[in-house]
């Protein structure tokens, strides 16, 4: 079974600019995280989709991130402008149901912003 | 609220024990465990439910006391494969059906030959 996928796996940009991240959850898994991890830390909770709508953004910073999942199945984060404390990796994670079920996590995006 | 995680860090030589500890201030419904290794996408490893059961597999285990909101991860006769991060994540009901994920700070693992 194919596990989440995530890209691009690395991406450098300047401050001010914009950058997005894609990712595909595994194949039946109704429910979608995003986590921003920055070093030394533990992930800590974005947003979270069940489906196509949003269940939990109250993390969110949305003057400059914001997501989607359009039909239900792969999702897309966006920052824009970047800043430089949004230095980090960013995970995506699935769940097959929308309670306290196991996440499973994706390789990551590892952002540097200069 | 952060669950707070215990020791911070620890070192052991091949085969010897190890215990992690995780505490949260809020009323749990659930307890999982995730080791990450550098670079790597964090690994799940267990989940414990609300009951205070214990789980286990092969020489790794875990319990959740629900009244004291704490969970203990068991890491016996330690093999090389067993260093990386290990974070534990609590779950609390977070409406509309939701239940919220919140990570510790990590505990760094390393098992020496």
């Known amino acids: 079974e194919a596990g989440v996928a995530q890209s691009p796996r690395y991406k450098i940009i300047e401050k001010r600019q914009s950058v997005a991240f894609w990712c595909n959850p595994i194949s039946g898994h109704a429910t979608l995280y995003w986590y921003q991890q920055i070093l030394g830390q533990g992930p800590k909770l974005l947003i979270q989709f069940q489906n196509n709508g949003v269940v939990d953004d109250s993390q969110l910073p949305k003057d400059r991130f914001s997501a989607e999942r359009l039909k239900g199945v792969d999702s897309t984060l966006k920052i824009q402008p970047a800043k430089l404390e949004d230095s980090a990796v960013y995970l995506c994670?699935?769940?097959?149901?929308?309670?306290?079920?196991?996440?499973?996590f994706g390789p990551g995006t590892r952002l540097t912003v200069l | 609220q952060q669950p707070v995680q215990s020791p911070q860090a620890v070192i052991l030589r091949e085969g010897e024990d190890a215990v992690i500890n995780c505490s949260s201030s809020k009323a749990l419904y659930s307890v999982h465990w995730y080791r990450q290794k550098h670079g790597e996408a964090p690994v799940f490893l267990m989940i414990?439910?609300?009951?205070?059961e214990q789980k286990g597999h092969d020489k790794i285990s875990a319990s959740f006391n629900e009244k004291k909101q704490q969970s203990s991860l068991y890491l016996t006769a330690s093999q090389l494969s067993y260093s990386g991060t290990y974070f534990c994540?609590?779950?609390?009901?977070?409406?509309?059906?939701?239940?919220?994920?919140?990570f510790g700070k990590g505990t760094k693992l390393s098992v020496i030959p």
């Open positions: 994670a699935s769940s097959f149901s929308l309670g306290a079920d196991t996440q499973y």
């Open positions: 414990l439910l609300k009951g205070g």
């Open positions: 994540g609590t779950s609390a009901y977070s409406g509309a059906g939701s239940y919220q994920l919140t």
